[in-house]
């Protein structure tokens, strides 16, 4: 079921949104969450307050009129009721509950320091649920190899560039959809990443020779507002994220991998696997690179691969120690 965004929260939740763009700088997708996060909330609490008839389905909710009285009377407990509602009666996965988390600490933080509607915060408190940590699934250095050489087609320069940007850079799908060719001068390019935040991408050789390839085959696309989008549809229009998540689908099953298994974001963890496990870089570069805000987020990253872990094992100093078994001669006595 696609995730209704479009529902009226109370003035203080919608003040709450526009801070969030406004002020801490949030993207679009994040704000809809939060939006679609509190409206869940607010439903929740009117069916648990009943401030609604039950016959009343709960995506039908309204809680435009969710009174002020009764949010400042909210507390820790009906905040993990509501955790335990998304867990039991919705089934959603720690990750998802953990989200909505950190939406319902930004928001009761907000309207305590920020707006200053309630005196307490209810949620400082709230716990957010235990997450197994996995490592992120990426393409062995042979395998990225099997993809990029898959690429061919009426398209091969726009694709084989597309898949080595990705390879090459770790960037994100919003972010390489989003490139003009002015963002590239030189050997650098300029994307905008989470919350509208620039960064620079040194381009390596095989990013500047794929380029100069497709280069010479770009339609000369420009739009209304006077850019020139790198990526070119068939269309001749700025390529859509959806066009270059089905390119890349199509190529991983091409380069006989599993569709499955990996897609566009998993191209991202390849990119800064291999980085780090050939390049040697550096966890504070590498978070650079990949444009986290947190140098936690980047080390998932820093996991061993099986061949790390033999070579760490064959280089113990004892590794070459081999005991000899005693003889079990025994000693009698006259």
Same mark, same amino acid.
């Given at each position: 079921?696609?995730?209704?965004?479009?529902?009226?929260?109370?003035?203080?939740?919608?003040?709450?949104?526009?801070?969030?763009?406004?002020?801490?700088?949030?993207?679009?997708?994040?704000?809809?969450?939060?939006?679609?996060?509190?409206?869940?909330?607010?439903?929740?609490?009117?069916?648990?307050?009943?401030?609604?008839?039950?016959?009343?389905?709960?995506?039908?909710?309204?809680?435009?009129?969710?009174?002020?009285?009764?949010?400042?009377?909210?507390?820790?407990?009906?905040?993990?009721?509501?955790?335990?509602?998304?867990?039991?009666?919705? *089934? &959603? %996965?720690?990750? +998802?509950?953990?989200?909505?988390? $950190? !939406? =319902? #600490?930004?928001?009761?933080? @907000?309207?305590?320091?920020?707006?200053?509607?309630?005196?307490?915060?209810?949620?400082?408190?709230?716990?957010?649920?235990?997450?197994?940590?996995?490592?992120?699934?990426?393409?062995?250095?042979?395998?990225?190899?099997?993809?990029?050489?898959?690429?061919?087609?009426?398209?091969?320069?726009?694709?084989?560039?597309?898949?080595?940007?990705?390879?090459?850079?770790?960037?994100?799908?919003?972010?390489?959809?989003?490139?003009?060719?002015?963002?590239?001068?030189?050997?650098?390019?300029?994307?905008?990443?989470? *919350? &509208? %935040?620039?960064? +620079?991408?040194?381009?390596?050789? $095989? !990013? =500047? #020779?794929?380029?100069?390839? @497709?280069?010479?085959?770009?339609?000369?696309?420009?739009?209304?507002?006077?850019?020139?989008?790198?990526?070119?549809?068939?269309?001749?229009?700025?390529?859509?994220?959806?066009?270059?998540?089905?390119?890349?689908?199509?190529?991983?099953?091409?380069?006989?991998?599993?569709?499955?298994?990996?897609?566009?974001?998993?191209?991202?963890?390849?990119?800064?696997?291999?980085?780090?496990?050939?390049?040697?870089?550096?966890?504070?570069?590498?978070?650079?690179?990949?444009?986290?805000?947190?140098?936690?987020?980047?080390?998932?990253?820093?996991? +061993?691969?099986?061949?790390?872990?033999?070579?760490?094992?064959?280089?113990?100093?004892?590794?070459?120690?081999?005991?000899?078994?005693?003889?079990?001669?025994?000693?009698?006595?006259?």
């Amino acid at each position: 079921m696609a995730q209704e965004t479009n529902g009226m929260l109370p003035y203080f939740g919608e003040d709450f949104i526009v801070y969030m763009e406004s002020i801490k700088g949030k993207s679009g997708n994040t704000t809809k969450e939060y939006r679609y996060d509190l409206l869940m909330f607010f439903r929740f609490m009117k069916q648990r307050r009943r401030l609604v008839s039950a016959s009343v389905p709960f995506e039908e909710i309204d809680v435009a009129d969710y009174p002020l009285s009764e949010l400042k009377s909210i507390s820790l407990s009906d905040l993990y009721a509501f955790l335990n509602y998304l867990n039991t009666d919705r *089934g &959603d %996965k720690p990750a +998802t509950r953990a989200r909505k988390v $950190a !939406c =319902l #600490h930004s928001f009761f933080k @907000y309207a305590t320091q920020k707006a200053n509607i309630l005196d307490e915060n209810p949620a400082a408190e709230l716990e957010s649920p235990k997450l197994s940590r996995r490592l992120p699934k990426y393409l062995e250095l042979d395998e990225s190899q099997d993809l990029l050489d898959s690429v061919e087609g009426e398209f091969e320069e726009r694709d084989t560039c597309i898949l080595t940007f990705f390879l090459n850079c770790g960037m994100r799908l919003s972010e390489l959809v989003g490139i003009n060719v002015t963002d590239i001068r030189e050997n650098t390019l300029t994307v905008v990443g989470k *919350g &509208d %935040k620039e960064r +620079t991408i040194y381009l390596n050789d $095989a !990013c =500047l #020779h794929a380029l100069s390839q @497709y280069l010479a085959v770009r339609p000369n696309v420009q739009e209304k507002n006077g850019r020139k989008p790198l990526f070119v549809s068939k269309r001749k229009k700025r390529i859509s994220p959806n066009t270059v998540q089905y390119t890349v689908k199509k190529y991983i099953m091409r380069a006989g991998l599993d569709p499955r298994k990996y897609s566009v974001h998993k191209l991202r963890h390849t990119a800064a696997t291999l980085m780090y496990n050939y390049g040697n870089v550096d966890i504070r570069a590498l978070q650079e690179i990949l444009g986290h805000e947190s140098v936690s987020t980047t080390q998932i990253y820093t996991h +061993t691969n099986n061949q790390q872990l033999k070579e760490a094992v064959s280089k113990n100093p004892l590794a070459g120690y081999k005991k000899d078994k005693k003889s079990n001669s025994k000693n009698t006595e006259d």
